[in-house]
């Protein structure tokens, strides 16, 4: 991968807890990783890393590794999903770069990502229905091998560094979280390929003979796991989306495509952060009419519960988004040559030093009670 220039060391964060949650995207997860060099450069090292998908994918590689192992197991895996193609295109050359981008999505879908999927032999019409085969395009038993080689699953459940990934339960529809703080949970490859089981390419993956697909199925982003997930949160946090709400006009179906799943994808991103503004919100008013109350009703219980409910929240959410590339296509979450995988992770290397850079970054490390936001690109 490419080596950019390092930044100066980021002032350390003031909360408690430094939180990195991870959007599902297939290939465009290659940025995730750049952030996360970013961070590691800076001296920042999430105490919690939560994903979905690819997200999933690149959660276990850090969670599942020493600090100094982290960025190298993401290396590798980024080398070798992208090693299929290994070639370039000059960037000057945006309309051969496209031609190339398409050509490389229709290779990775003819036969597969090394170290992540195969195709089906047989295909899955000539499986018996109900069979494993039937279900599914691709064999992602090679992602199983890779997690096995490049993640230390004793490591994560010894819980050194919490790890939870979303999915989806077949048969139920219910989103669920895999938690390496649930005393009830052991994690295994099954848990993190679960998680990325999009269908129909990849198969369900059973975890305790329950069968499961992608979380993204049911809400691509993470956010709203961390921000439920405790009533007294201090946290600063660092969302990366791989799809942006935001875009231009789509002028040709391809870009159709691309905008439609952008939007299904970034999926209710600015829905949940408004919905945390407004329970912060709703938590400094019954702050301020318990406030009110008349002393001896400070002991009831049911003032007791809300006044536990209502004590104030200290949240950073810094928000990064990978931002469409003008060579771009609808086909951009399996394209995995290596010079988009290099190209997405320098842009995510960029904008984590971009942020670390800005003036905000200082703000966004000693805010005070409430949930702020930061989009320190904009």
Not at 250 to 269: H, M
Request: aromatic share 8%.
């Amino acid at each position: 991968m490419p080596r950019l220039k390092r930044t100066s060391t980021a002032r350390p964060p003031e909360h408690q807890h430094t939180v990195l949650v991870l959007q599902g995207g297939g290939a465009l997860g290659a940025y995730q990783a750049g952030v996360f060099e970013g961070m590691q450069e800076a001296g920042l090292s999430p105490d919690w890393v939560t994903g979905v998908s690819i997200g999933a994918i690149n959660a276990a590689l850090i969670a599942g590794n020493a600090p100094e192992n982290r960025l190298p197991r993401l290396r590798e895996f980024w080398d070798l999903v992208s090693s299929g193609l290994p070639l370039a295109v000059p960037a000057e050359l945006d309309l051969l770069r496209m031609i190339f981008n398409r050509w490389s999505a229709s290779t990775s879908a003819a036969f597969g990502v090394p170290g992540f999927f195969i195709p089906r032999v047989p295909p899955p019409m000539l499986s018996p229905d109900g069979s494993h085969g039937a279900l599914s395009l691709y064999d992602t038993s090679p992602l199983r091998d890779t997690l096995h080689r490049l993640v230390d699953f004793k490591l994560i459940n010894a819980r050194a560094t919490r790890l939870a990934v979303g999915a989806v339960e077949v048969r139920s529809g219910n989103s669920t979280y895999f938690d390496n703080h649930d005393p009830n949970v052991r994690f295994g490859p099954e848990h993190v390929m679960a998680s990325g089981a999009l269908p129909p390419g990849l198969p369900p993956v059973n975890v305790k003979e329950v069968p499961h697909w992608d979380g993204g199925l049911v809400s691509n982003t993470p956010l709203w796991y961390v921000l439920d997930d405790s009533a007294n949160l201090d946290a600063l946090i660092v969302q990366v989306d791989l799809f942006s709400a935001r875009g231009a006009m789509p002028r040709n179906l391809d870009q159709v495509l691309e905008r439609a799943k952008d939007i299904q994808y970034s999926s209710k991103t600015r829905f949940n952060t408004n919905r945390a503004k407004e329970e912060e919100a709703l938590r400094q008013a019954l702050t301020n009419v318990i406030g009110k109350l008349p002393a001896r009703l400070h002991a009831d219980p049911d003032v007791a519960y809300l006044a536990t409910r209502a004590r104030p929240r200290r949240i950073s959410l810094v928000h990064l988004i990978n931002r469409r590339m003008t060579h771009s296509s609808q086909s951009k979450d399996y394209e995995f040559s290596r010079a988009t995988i290099n190209a997405l992770w320098a842009a995510g290397l960029a904008d984590m030093r971009r942020t670390i850079a800005s003036p905000e970054w200082r703000d966004a490390c000693n805010a005070e009670h409430g949930l702020q936001t930061y989009d320190l690109l904009q």
